[in-house]
């Protein structure tokens, strides 16, 4: 789940009014859900508008009062409770959601361009055409890993990623591959044992970074966009740089390959 927030024109990220303001600014609550299968597979979005956080919150009866606060409004009620089960009837008890992107694939991570402008989702895309018949049997699953770009803006896909990392885990062990991006790169894990860097405007593959199990997320320096770190199921935690922080470092880059593991003596 992630937020999204919009500051007005005349809002600047270095004024502290801005960040006071910051509450009250329009905001996008993204989400992974599904309406076909139990597997995620729609974006949803969901509007938040005048949100206000306050500075100090009531915690509010216990639970055994709240308990009997139910109880006896269950007494005094006439009407019957409604069938939880058929969502029809209890769709009045939740918020509606604004709008849903189907990504024909199961969802398995979510990343934000810095400017919160771009939505990029790593997705296992389903056969094409495959027909849902029972929720509880999703679609086989692709091993290639897709990312699909979504405007917050228009709300609608305007690219997608070219293939290059994979996972292998069937519908029933699918977890999560987290992603990163930043103003000019996007970076992935994946099931292949290697980390992986794309040019977030070309869509381009630029190198991989190798592990010895699966690579689960990554993370840009947020203030140094040439470093990248990589976490994997091989319990290491990899610290990335470009070659010309390679080079600041005092080594020579040219003697180095891409994704070259670097350790001290």
């Known amino acids: 789940m992630l937020y999204a927030e919009w500051l007005t024109d005349d809002a600047s990220d270095n004024s502290s009014e801005a960040s006071m303001e910051l509450g009250l600014s329009e905001k996008y609550l993204i989400f992974t859900t599904g309406s076909k299968t139990y597997t995620p597979h729609q974006v949803g979005f969901k509007r938040v508008r005048g949100v206000t ?22 007494e005094n ?12 009837e209890v769709a009045d008890r939740f918020d509606k959601v604004d709008h849903l992107i189907d990504l024909h694939g199961h969802i398995i991570g979510m990343g934000l361009s810095p400017d919160h402008r ?4 790593n997705t296992r895309p389903w ?63 994946a099931e292949d ?10 869509g381009a593959c630029l190198t991989k970074f190798p592990h010895n199990d699966v690579v689960n ?3 840009f320096n947020p203030r140094d966009s040439e470093m990248l770190v990589t976490t994997s199921d091989d319990f290491t935690v990899k610290v990335w740089r470009s070659r010309r922080r390679v080079l600041q470092l005092g080594l020579n880059p040219k003697h180095l390959t891409k994704g070259t593991e670097l350790r001290r003596k």
């Open 193 to 202: 044992r290697h980390g992986y860097l794309w040019d977030r405007h070309y």
């Open 77 to 88: 009620s006439q009407q019957p409770d409604p069938n939880w089960l058929v969502f029809e």
């Open 127 to 189: 056969p094409h055409g495959y027909t849902i018949e029972n929720p509880l049997d999703p679609p086989p699953i692709a091993q290639e890993i897709d990312i699909h770009v979504i405007d917050l803006v228009s709300l609608k896909e305007v690219g997608t990623m070219l293939r290059s990392h994979k996972a292998y885990t069937p519908n029933n062990e699918c977890f999560f591959i987290f992603l990163d991006v930043c103003h000019q790169y996007v970076a992935s894990g």
């Open 118 to 121: 771009y939505l990029y989702v």
């Open 53 to 74: 956080f306050p500075r100090k919150m009531s915690p509010g009866p216990t639970l055994s009062e709240r308990l009997a606060r139910r109880a006896a409004e269950r």
């Open 217 to 219: 997320a990554v993370a």
